[in-house]
Nanobody, 124 residues
């Protein structure tokens, strides 16, 4: 079993930055593929970024590429999402997710563990 706890959400003006953190416990972080998803009101949950356990392979959705960076710290069992140049369209609840394995996973249906979510609101 893996427990995930997100933090770092909040209210920010357009063009600003936030860094989300996701602390994992219960399994060795180095054996997990980690992902960040988001869900805005009335919309489906979508992948934002993902990273393999090695940290070598990453994925970004087209809408956040060049603005967001996913990274992991194995020593702290924590994955981060650095979000820059935020836009009101980025407003959503952001979820951290994990699945055991070595491969990159981007489909929400394949992630086994989810955090409770953290709200990100970007004002115009």
């Amino acid at each position: 079993q893996v427990q995930l706890v997100e933090s770092g959400g909040g209210l920010v003006q357009a063009g600003g930055s936030l860094r989300l953190s996701c602390a994992a416990s219960g399994r060795s972080f180095s054996n997990l593929c980690m992902g960040w998803f988001r869900q805005a009101p009335g919309k489906e949950r979508e992948i934002v970024a993902a990273i393999t356990r090695s940290g070598v392979i990453t994925f970004y959705s087209r809408s956040v590429k060049e603005r967001f960076t996913i990274s992991g710290d194995n020593a702290k069992n924590t994955v981060y999402l650095q979000m820059n140049s935020l836009d009101p369209e980025d407003s959503a609840v952001y979820y951290c997710a994990a699945v055991e394995g070595t491969e990159l996973v981007v489909s929400s249906t394949k992630f086994d563990y989810w955090g409770q979510g953290t709200q990100v609101t970007v004002s115009s």
